[in-house]
């Protein structure tokens, strides 16, 4: 069996972080996203990986490298344009051949891998296999209307007016039976090629189509706050460890220290991870935080956040809910009254509470 990671794609909904790096790449508890998803196909007992890459190849690549730390033997599959995730099949005909396959979108996150679903495929051998959690607002992902003996009726990607609200994670199941639906599809009011429709096309031809839901946690990482939700889940299981220095300062909770660190007159609360290299000076980092390799918080308060690498914050009172990306400053405004001084990226949102 093979797996198809899916890193394509521009992210548009974590800009302007994505303006600059892979989406695929932003850090949860210091670790990218998408590693996770290569541990837990590694886990399963799958070798041969095709990953999909976009524009963001290259950086993709210098992370991944060959897949050999993570037991894997990476191929790089390119696709010209987001087409769709059936395309990603598509395009990779070739490389998976006749092989069955597991699909794994790459900015999704899963509680406890996806062993028992590999492994129950292999033993069934369906020609096609779903993952299916129960969500809010079916609206934004594709929908499965279930038979009421538990088989699948129908899917529909991002409906309107939603038959279920079982909504697909991210990970699907083929035999070499998708190629063929694969092949027939034309693209869809999005002008994509649906693998929603490549599945309903395998159901209305009679091909054994089924479904698994979870319960377990998942998260589509595609957001800010889903971002910041899936960092507090992973620190909540975070194992504490001081292989930095700590002077003058307390370390509470779960706290992680990575080599190099450095917290001086500070105050630390877990769960939260402080990377290789880092400097709290005279601050306070609060739980579910997730400061990157090289970053400078001084003289500041942050709690519930993602700061990446070689950031630095200082003297800006206290920040909360928030995504910082590489190399950033944070630094007080001048003491100009009523007036706010700004440098932003494309996409930006800026919340500004004005003290009058």
Request: with cysteine; proline share 5%.
């Amino acid at each position: 069996m093979k797996a198809l990671v899916l890193a394509g794609g521009s992210g548009t909904r974590l800009r302007p972080i994505t303006h600059t790096s892979a989406k695929q790449l932003v850090p949860v508890a210091n670790k990218p996203v998408l590693f996770y998803g290569l541990e837990a196909i590694a886990a399963a007992g799958i070798r041969e990986l095709g990953i999909v890459v976009g524009d963001t190849q290259a950086e993709i690549e210098a992370a991944v490298g060959d897949g050999s730390k993570f037991g894997l033997q990476v191929t790089y599959l390119r696709q010209e344009a987001p087409l769709g995730l059936a395309h990603a099949v598509l395009i990779a005909r070739e490389y998976l051949g006749d092989d069955d396959f597991v699909m794994y979108l790459g900015d999704n996150f899963i509680v406890g891998g996806i062993n028992d679903v590999v492994s129950g495929f292999m033993a069934k051998k369906p020609d096609a296999q779903i993952m299916l959690t129960r969500v809010g607002d079916p609206r934004q992902f594709g929908v499965a209307e279930l038979h009421p003996d538990g088989g699948v009726k129908s899917l529909e990607e991002k409906p309107r007016a939603p038959k279920s609200d079982l909504a697909l994670v991210g990970v699907y199941l083929f035999t070499a039976a998708v190629h063929e639906a694969v092949a027939e599809l034309k693209p869809s009011w999005r002008g994509e090629l649906e693998i929603t429709d490549a599945i309903q096309w395998l159901i209305d031809r009679g091909y054994h189509v089924e479904s698994t839901t979870i319960t377990g946690y998942w998260k589509d990482t595609g957001n800010v706050a889903d971002m910041l939700e899936v960092n507090r889940l992973v620190l909540e299981s975070l194992t504490p460890a001081v292989h930095g220095e700590s002077v003058d300062s307390e370390l509470i909770g779960r706290v992680r220290l990575e080599p190099g660190a450095h917290v001086v007159r500070s105050r630390v609360v877990g769960p939260a991870v402080i990377g290789a290299g880092a400097r709290i000076v005279d601050s306070y980092v609060g739980p579910f935080t997730s400061i990157g390799a090289g970053c400078v918080i001084a003289d500041s308060e942050i709690e519930y956040s993602i700061v990446l690498p070689r950031a630095s914050i200082e003297g800006v009172g206290r920040i909360e809910s928030s995504l910082i990306g590489h190399d950033v400053e944070v630094t007080p405004a001048p003491n100009t009254p009523r007036a706010h001084r700004l440098v932003l990226g494309d996409h930006s949102k800026v919340q500004i509470h004005d003290r009058t």
